[in-house]
C-alpha cells in the first residue's frame, strides 16, 4: 500500500514539476499521452479554467487537492476543440524553472490549506467528463426520458450480471451463435421497439431475409438453375428456357418447380438453399478459418442470389419487402449501396441503370404511400473495386450522370468489395479527380479502413477518403490506427458508419468488447450504426447491430443518452435535404416521445 502511494506520489510529482497544475482537461492529455507516449497538456487558455488537481503523498498518507476556479465542464464545444486527439503534440508550455518550484511547494502545501476532497469526489468528477465526452453524452434528459433510462439501464444491468455470472455474453459471441440468446433479451426487444431513424450502410440485395428468397422467389414459375464448375449455383428466370451456357461456364438449365416434383425431401433441400444464401452456420471457426474464407463464401452468395433479384418482378417486389423489413424493425429511411446491375425480363430484355434507378424510386414512393411516416430511399451507386482503374473511371462518369439525372435519388458513388483483396483508393485516385477537374460535384461515401493490416496501402484508404471530402465512410474500422485522420475527419463531422456484426462475421474482430469503436464511442465521435449486409448474417434491419453496439461497444457506459444520439446522427449525416431532414427528425421525434413513454411506463 505504503509502496504504491509512493509511486503514484513519485509519478505526480515528477509530472508537476514538468507540466505545473493539472487542469480538468487532464483526461484527454492523459489519453493522449496513452496513445502517442508524448506528454502533452492542452492548450493554454484552457488550462486555467476548471480544477486543478494536486496529488500529494506524504508518508503513510495520499491527499488530492482541488483548486476550483470555474465549475466543472462548463459547456462543452465541438468535440475535437474540447479532446485534444491522441498522437497530435499539444504545446509544451508548462512552467519550469521557479515557476515549477513554486507550484511544487504549492502542491505540497496545499492541502494543508484547502479543504481536500474525497477519492469519491475526485472519481464522480472524472466519471462525469468522461460521461460528457461520450457519444450523446451532452444530451439532456426530459423527466420521462431519465425514467425510461433509469427502466433500460436497471434490464441491462440484469442482463450484464448474469452475463458476467455465467460468462455468456452475446456481443463477445459470434453472432451465429449469440442470435438466440440475443432475441430472449429484454434489451433487444426494446431496442427492436426503438425508432432508430435510418439505415446509411446497407447493401442492395442483402437487406431481405434469405428465406423470402428461398420461399417465395425460387418457388416463382420459370426458375431455372445451373451448377458452375466450381459448384456454385446460378438461377435464371426464362421463358422458353434460356440457351444451354458452355459447359466452362455453368451446367445445363433445371427448372426448379421439375427439380422439386422430383425430390424426395422438399424441406431438406430448400433448407440446403438457404445455407447456400446465408454465411450462417454452427461452427463458423471451422467453416471460415481465415478473412479471405469468410470473403469467398460472402462473394459467392452475391453470385447465386444474383439472377433471383435481377428479375424484373423479383426485383420490384425484393425493394418493397425489404422496405417492408425495416419499416417493422422501426427504421423510417436507407441509403442503399447499390451497384445497379442489370435488370432482366422474362422475355431476355435487359433494363438500363435508369431504369433501376426509376424503379427504386416507384417502389419506395408506392411503399411510403401506403406506409404512414417512412420517408424513402437514396441510391449510393457502387462498383467493385476488383475492377482496374478504366473501369472506375466509365463508373465516375455514370454516377455522375445518374446524379444528375436523379439529384433526389442518386446520393453519390462508393467503392465496395473486399478491401484487402481490392484496389486501393490511391490506385483510383485519377478517376476519382475526374468529377473535380469537371466542376461537378458527385459526393463519395467510402468503404475505408475495413481491415487489420495497418500501415498498408489499403489500411491508407482512410487518407483517401479524408483528402477527397468523403461525406460518410463506411466502416472506418481501421481509423483509431490514423490519428490525424481521426483528427481532422471529426473536424471536418465526417461520421463513421459502423457495422459491429459483419465487422465480427467478417473477422475483423471476434468480441464486440474490443471494437475500436467502443474507443471512438467513448470520446463521442460521430457515427451511425448500420447492419451492411443483415441478411447474409441471419439479423434483420438495425436491431440486433444496435444490440452489439449498446451492449458490446458501449458497455454500461451506453444509455439512453447514446441510442438517442445514434438515432438523431442517422438522421443527420443522411443526404437528405435540408427541408426533408427537418420533416424526418420531426416524424422521428413523435416516435420517439411515444417509445419513450411506454418505456417510462413500464413496471419497475
Ligand atoms: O462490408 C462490406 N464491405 C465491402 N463490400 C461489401 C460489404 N458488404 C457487401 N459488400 C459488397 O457489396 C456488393 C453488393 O452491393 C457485393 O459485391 C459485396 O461484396
Same mark, same amino acid.
Given at each position: 500500500?505504503?509502496?504504491?502511494?509512493?509511486?503514484?506520489?513519485?509519478?505526480?510529482?515528477?509530472?508537476?514539476?514538468?507540466?505545473?497544475?493539472?487542469?480538468?482537461?487532464? &483526461?484527454?492529455?492523459?489519453?493522449?499521452?496513452?496513445?502517442?507516449?508524448?506528454?502533452?497538456?492542452?492548450?493554454?487558455?484552457?488550462?486555467?479554467?476548471? @480544477?486543478?488537481?494536486?496529488?500529494?503523498?506524504?508518508?503513510?498518507? &495520499?491527499?488530492?487537492?482541488?483548486?476550483?476556479?470555474?465549475?466543472?465542464?462548463?459547456? @462543452?464545444?465541438?468535440?475535437?476543440?474540447?479532446?485534444?486527439?491522441?498522437?497530435?503534440?499539444?504545446? +509544451?508550455?508548462?512552467?519550469?524553472?521557479?515557476?515549477?518550484?513554486?507550484?511544487?511547494?504549492?502542491? +505540497?502545501?496545499?492541502?494543508? $490549506?484547502?479543504?481536500?476532497?474525497?477519492?469519491?469526489?475526485?472519481?464522480?468528477?472524472?466519471?462525469?467528463?468522461?460521461?460528457? #465526452?461520450?457519444?450523446?453524452?451532452?444530451?439532456?434528459?426530459?423527466?420521462?426520458?431519465?425514467?425510461?433510462?433509469?427502466?433500460?439501464?436497471?434490464?441491462?444491468?440484469?442482463?450484464?450480471?448474469?452475463?458476467?455470472?455465467?460468462?455468456?455474453?452475446?456481443?463477445?459471441?459470434?453472432?451465429?451463435?449469440?442470435?438466440?440468446?440475443?432475441?430472449?433479451?429484454?434489451?433487444?426487444?426494446?431496442?427492436?421497439?426503438?425508432?432508430?431513424?435510418?439505415? %446509411?450502410? +446497407?447493401?442492395?440485395?442483402?437487406?431481405?431475409?434469405?428465406?423470402?428468397?428461398?420461399?417465395?422467389?425460387?418457388? =416463382?414459375?420459370?426458375?431455372?438453375?445451373?451448377? &458452375?464448375?466450381?459448384?456454385?449455383?446460378?438461377?435464371?428466370?426464362?421463358?422458353?428456357?434460356?440457351?444451354?451456357?458452355?459447359?466452362?461456364?455453368?451446367?445445363?438449365?433445371?427448372?426448379?418447380?421439375?427439380?422439386?416434383?422430383?425430390?424426395?425431401?422438399?424441406?431438406?433441400?430448400?433448407?440446403?438453399?438457404?445455407?447456400?444464401?446465408?454465411?450462417?452456420?454452427?461452427?463458423?471457426?471451422?467453416?471460415?478459418?481465415?478473412?479471405?474464407?469468410?470473403?469467398?463464401? $460472402?462473394?459467392?452468395?452475391?453470385? &447465386?442470389?444474383?439472377?433471383?433479384? *435481377?428479375?424484373?418482378?423479383?426485383? =420490384?417486389?425484393?425493394?418493397?419487402?425489404?422496405?417492408?423489413?425495416?419499416?417493422?424493425?422501426?427504421?423510417?429511411?436507407?441509403?442503399?449501396?447499390?451497384?445497379?446491375?442489370?435488370?432482366?425480363? %422474362?422475355?431476355?430484355?435487359?433494363?438500363?441503370?435508369?431504369?433501376?434507378?426509376?424503379?427504386?424510386?416507384?417502389?419506395?414512393?408506392?411503399?411510403?404511400?401506403?406506409?404512414?411516416?417512412?420517408?424513402?430511399?437514396?441510391?449510393?451507386?457502387?462498383?467493385?473495386?476488383?475492377?482496374?482503374?478504366?473501369?472506375?473511371?466509365?463508373?465516375?462518369?455514370?454516377?455522375?450522370?445518374?446524379?444528375? #439525372?436523379?439529384?433526389? #435519388?442518386?446520393?453519390?458513388?462508393?467503392?465496395?468489395?473486399?478491401?484487402?483483396?481490392?484496389?486501393?483508393?490511391?490506385?483510383?485516385?485519377?478517376?476519382?479527380?475526374?468529377?473535380?477537374?469537371?466542376?461537378?460535384?458527385?459526393?463519395?461515401?467510402?468503404?475505408?479502413?475495413?481491415?487489420?493490416?495497418?500501415?498498408?496501402?489499403? !489500411?491508407?484508404?482512410?487518407?483517401?477518403?479524408?483528402? %477527397?471530402?468523403?461525406?460518410?465512410?463506411? *466502416?472506418?474500422?481501421?481509423?483509431?490506427?490514423?490519428?490525424?485522420?481521426?483528427?481532422?475527419?471529426?473536424?471536418? !463531422?465526417?461520421?463513421?458508419?459502423?457495422?459491429?456484426?459483419?465487422?465480427?462475421?467478417?473477422?475483423?474482430?471476434?468480441?464486440?468488447?474490443?471494437?475500436?469503436?467502443?474507443? %471512438?464511442?467513448?470520446?463521442?465521435?460521430?457515427?451511425?450504426?448500420?447492419?451492411?449486409?443483415?441478411?447474409?448474417?441471419?439479423?434483420?434491419?438495425?436491431?440486433?447491430?444496435?444490440?452489439?453496439? $449498446?451492449?458490446?461497444?458501449?458497455?454500461?457506459?451506453?444509455?439512453?443518452?447514446?441510442?438517442?444520439?445514434?438515432?438523431?446522427?442517422?438522421?443527420?449525416?443522411?443526404?437528405?435535404?435540408?427541408?426533408?431532414?427537418?420533416?424526418?427528425?420531426?416524424?422521428?421525434?413523435?416516435?420517439?416521445?411515444?417509445?419513450?413513454?411506454?418505456?417510462?411506463? =413500464?413496471?419497475?
Amino acid at each position: 500500500m505504503v509502496s504504491s502511494c509512493g509511486r503514484i506520489f513519485f509519478q505526480h510529482v515528477v509530472t508537476i514539476v514538468h507540466w505545473g497544475l493539472l487542469s480538468s482537461d487532464a &483526461t484527454p492529455a492523459l489519453l493522449n499521452s496513452a496513445y502517442s507516449h508524448t506528454p502533452s497538456v492542452s492548450d493554454g487558455p484552457r488550462r486555467q479554467r476548471g @480544477v486543478q488537481i494536486l496529488l500529494v503523498s506524504l508518508p503513510g498518507l &495520499t491527499l488530492l487537492g482541488f483548486v476550483v476556479s470555474d465549475p466543472v465542464s462548463g459547456p @462543452v464545444r465541438f468535440p475535437s476543440e474540447q479532446f485534444p486527439l491522441p498522437g497530435i503534440p499539444m504545446p +509544451v508550455d508548462g512552467p519550469s524553472g521557479w515557476p515549477a518550484l513554486l507550484s511544487l511547494l504549492l502542491a +505540497v502545501a496545499m492541502p494543508f $490549506f484547502c479543504s481536500a476532497i474525497s477519492i469519491d469526489e475526485a472519481w464522480n468528477q472524472l466519471l462525469m467528463r468522461e460521461k460528457m #465526452m461520450q457519444l450523446g453524452g451532452q444530451l439532456v434528459l426530459t423527466e420521462q426520458e431519465e425514467l425510461a433510462n433509469e427502466r433500460l439501464m436497471a434490464l441491462k444491468k440484469a442482463e450484464v450480471t448474469q452475463a458476467m455470472r455465467t460468462q455468456k455474453f452475446p456481443p463477445s459471441m459470434h453472432f451465429f451463435r449469440a442470435k438466440t440468446l440475443i432475441e430472449k433479451s429484454e434489451v433487444f426487444n426494446i431496442l427492436k421497439k426503438m425508432p432508430k431513424g435510418a439505415a %446509411l450502410h +446497407v447493401h442492395d440485395f442483402s437487406i431481405l431475409s434469405m428465406n423470402w428468397l428461398v420461399k417465395n422467389v425460387t418457388y =416463382r414459375p420459370h426458375c431455372h438453375f445451373c451448377v &458452375t464448375p466450381s459448384g456454385y449455383l446460378k438461377f435464371k428466370f426464362a421463358y422458353p428456357a434460356p440457351p444451354t451456357p458452355k459447359p466452362a461456364e455453368c451446367s445445363e438449365w433445371v427448372l426448379l418447380e421439375k427439380y422439386r416434383k422430383e425430390l424426395q425431401n422438399v424441406t431438406e433441400f430448400d433448407n440446403r438453399l438457404l445455407q447456400t444464401f446465408t454465411l450462417m452456420t454452427e461452427n463458423p471457426e471451422v467453416a471460415y478459418a481465415n478473412q479471405d474464407a469468410v470473403w469467398s463464401k $460472402f462473394n459467392s452468395i452475391f453470385f &447465386t442470389i444474383s439472377g433471383l433479384v *435481377h428479375y424484373a418482378p423479383v426485383f =420490384r417486389d425484393y425493394v418493397f419487402q425489404a422496405l417492408e423489413e425495416f419499416y417493422q424493425d422501426n427504421v423510417l429511411y436507407l441509403e442503399l449501396r447499390a451497384m445497379l446491375f442489370p435488370v432482366y425480363e %422474362l422475355n431476355g430484355t435487359v433494363h438500363s441503370q435508369e431504369w433501376s434507378v426509376k424503379t427504386y424510386r416507384e417502389v419506395a414512393c408506392m411503399f411510403a404511400e401506403k406506409h404512414p411516416g417512412f420517408i424513402g430511399i437514396k441510391i449510393i451507386y457502387s462498383d467493385h473495386r476488383v475492377k482496374n482503374v478504366s473501369f472506375i473511371m466509365k463508373s465516375i462518369q455514370t454516377a455522375m450522370t445518374l446524379r444528375t #439525372m436523379f439529384p433526389r #435519388m442518386v446520393a453519390g458513388f462508393d467503392l465496395v468489395g473486399h478491401e484487402d483483396t481490392g484496389h486501393s483508393l490511391y490506385d483510383y485516385r485519377e478517376a476519382l479527380m475526374i468529377p473535380t477537374l469537371h466542376g461537378v460535384k458527385l459526393p463519395y461515401f467510402f468503404h475505408a479502413g475495413e481491415t487489420d493490416w495497418q500501415g498498408t496501402s489499403i !489500411d491508407r484508404n482512410l487518407l483517401v477518403a479524408l483528402i %477527397l471530402n468523403s461525406t460518410r465512410i463506411g *466502416h472506418g474500422f481501421a481509423l483509431t490506427k490514423h490519428p490525424a485522420v481521426w483528427a481532422d475527419s471529426w473536424k471536418k !463531422d465526417i461520421p463513421i458508419e459502423v457495422c459491429p456484426i459483419s465487422n465480427q462475421v467478417l473477422k475483423l474482430v471476434s468480441d464486440l468488447r474490443n471494437h475500436p469503436a467502443a474507443v %471512438l464511442m467513448a470520446t463521442g465521435y460521430p457515427m451511425v450504426i448500420s447492419s451492411d449486409d443483415p441478411a447474409v448474417f441471419g439479423a434483420k434491419g438495425l436491431s440486433y447491430d444496435f444490440y452489439e453496439a $449498446f451492449m458490446g461497444i458501449g458497455g454500461m457506459a451506453a444509455d439512453l443518452r447514446t441510442l438517442k444520439q445514434l438515432a438523431m446522427n442517422s438522421i443527420r449525416f443522411s443526404t437528405l435535404m435540408d427541408i426533408d431532414k427537418k420533416a424526418a427528425m420531426k416524424t422521428w421525434e413523435e416516435r420517439w416521445n411515444k417509445f419513450v413513454a411506454d418505456l417510462a411506463g =413500464r413496471p419497475k
